[in-house]
């Protein structure tokens, strides 16, 4: 099942905008990630945030996350043509003595239109 | 290293064959993931292994799916005997971490169309 909803399913921007993403979960989790997927290609990890952080930064990204709401938000500042991909936000769900793998949305699709 | 290699790219089988696909994970890795993904279900969780031993095997879709990670280095996802419905991107996935601490490394998945 999908713990990990993304919001919105599609996104279409002018390159050098800014690009926000969305993703709410339903259970408590140990960490959450965003992973970015070229067209035919394998997913790449973007950001890892725990539980106990609220905001992270990685160059043109910021991720936060409301663990009472039980969401996160992905932005992509100054937009290039090279990010237009498929943007997934993955959770690791606390279960007892570990994680159990990561769960994964079905992700936000952003065209960067030049 | 090379990453997480998946072998084949692309593999059509017709209906009722038996498929194999195939997977090296990074070394050094402890966990690793099979997931399938289609633009109906999104990215699914089939298997994982931690220590080369199946933890939970609940997203399997059905018995026809069967996986086998001899050691370290090697796993393989069978699927006997195929259908149409199985066609799907099948991505092996390896990570220093069952409890996901760290990030996940994805192959560049196995295209399967099942005729």
């Known amino acids: 099942s999908q713990q990990g909803e993304e919001d919105p399913q599609a996104l279409s921007i002018q390159e050098g905008e800014n690009a926000t993403m969305n993703c709410s979960y339903k259970t408590s989790i140990n960490n959450l990630q965003w992973y970015r997927q070229n067209s035919g290609r394998g997913l790449v990890h973007l950001i890892l945030i725990r539980s106990n952080e609220r905001e992270k930064h990685s160059g043109r990204l910021r991720v936060t996350l409301d663990t009472s709401k039980k969401s996160s938000s992905l932005l992509i500042t100054a937009s290039r043509a090279a990010d237009t991909a498929s943007y997934f936000c993955a959770t690791a769900l606390y279960s007892g003595g570990g994680a159990d793998g990561l769960t994964f949305g079905k992700g936000t699709h952003l065209i960067i239109q030049p | 290293d090379a990453g997480v290699i998946q072998s084949p790219r692309h593999e059509v089988t017709e209906m009722g064959q038996e498929v194999t696909l195939r997977c090296k994970p990074i070394s050094g890795h402890n966990s690793l993931f099979w997931y399938r993904q289609t633009m109906m279900r999104g990215l699914e969780l089939l298997i994982y292994?931690?220590?080369?031993?199946?933890?939970?095997d609940s997203g399997m879709p059905e018995d026809r799916f069967s996986a086998k990670m001899p050691n370290a280095s090697f796993s393989t996802l069978k699927i006997q005997p195929s259908e149409p419905r199985d066609s799907a991107v099948y991505f092996c996935?390896?990570?220093?971490?069952?409890?996901?601490?760290?990030?996940?490394?994805f192959g560049q998945g196995t295209r399967l169309t099942v005729v």
């Open positions: 996935a390896s990570s220093l971490d069952r409890r996901m601490n760290t990030e996940a490394f």
């Open positions: 292994f931690n220590n080369n031993v199946p933890i939970d």
